[in-house]
């Protein structure tokens, strides 16, 4: 039997989780070509349903948004359809799901944007490349969005948010993360503006908090989460001063009373860690006081180490659960698990997604 911790039931807002197992949102490319979720994906998330609590792959809130592969979309009717056939899949095997809200930004391509370019805080492009229908690309310069675009988005987020609610998720949380649109707000490396949103720390957060102000206007604070990466380096991410940076978002998210923060910080050994003097989670769950998720290379043992020293409220697990349905039941029982296929992450199709086998529950 595991330690207690991950198994001990935790209530964010009125939604009552039986454990503190997060299935961490994990891009797998499914979706039809125009974003439609399948009766497939249904399926994968419906296997996965013991977590205390599962936030979906990252989701388009408007074409402009788009900027990945067979990655699924909330701004149309058919989408609010197909994730309809996830939620009550998850509902019916007895789980809870948030839908993660997504704008890709900078680094989507003009071949997701029908030759335009991508929008970003600044003309700043990224380095490295992104696939497309014609294959690897490399990333382009954006266009630097205008004040009334910015402010467009933002009600793209709060329509998002409610068709998420017509099709029956249980909240959503905002993809603040990873050197997608929100994060290219804050950090500096992306963010040149001049203006209102750009400069100092206190303009750069302010896209952040209109954007979490709208999706709690159109829901309920509790039923938000916000995801972050201080220190991450992916898609080219970097700021001078990430520790003040977060710390300052975390403050203005506390004001907000969301329902959690979710922290990617990842553990040494990780292949998502990055070395840095200094971890930047304890400040942000004290500047919080709310809910706080930790993600980033945990295991069961770690993650109980966690929970018990006080350092979070949850963790969010990623391939541990993308290899193992049942993930939760194995920690009970000390069972092997089930060994990931890096290959099939993002390719189209049954294999690497559902059939992963479960075992038997225990008696």
Known sequence: MADVPLFTPFTIGSLKLPNRFVMSPMTRGRAQPDGTPVELMAEYYRQRASAGLIVTEATAISKQGAGWLGAPGMFSDSHVAGWSLVTDAVHRAGGRIFLQLWHTGRVSHPDFQGGELPVAPSAVAA???????????????????????????????????????????????????????????????????????????????????????????????????????????????????????????????????IGYLHVIEALPGSFMHVPWPEKIAPHLRKAFGGAVILNGGYDAAAANKALGAGECDLVAFGVPFLANPDFPERVKRAAPLNQADFATFYTPGAKGYVDYPARAPSK
Request: net charge positive; with cysteine; charged share 30%.
């Open 127 to 257: 380095k490295g490349e992104t696939r497309t229908s014609k294959g690897k690309q490399p990333y382009v310069t954006p266009r630097a969005l205008t004040v009334p675009e910015i402010r467009a988005i933002v009600a793209d987020y709060a329509a998002a948010a409610k068709r998420a609610k017509a099709a029956r998720f249980d909240g959503v949380e905002l993809h603040a993360a990873n050197g997608y649109l929100v994060d290219q707000f804050l950090r500096d490396c992306s963010n040149q503006r001049t203006d209102e949103y750009g400069g100092s720390i206190a303009n750069r957060v302010r896209f952040l908090d209109e954007v979490v102000g709208a999706l709690v206007a159109a829901w309920s604070a509790d039923r938000v989460g916000v995801r972050v990466s201080p220190i991450g380096t992916y898609n080219d991410m970097k700021d001078a001063a990430p520790r003040e940076l977060f710390v300052a978002a975390a403050e203005v998210l506390a004001k907000r009373r």
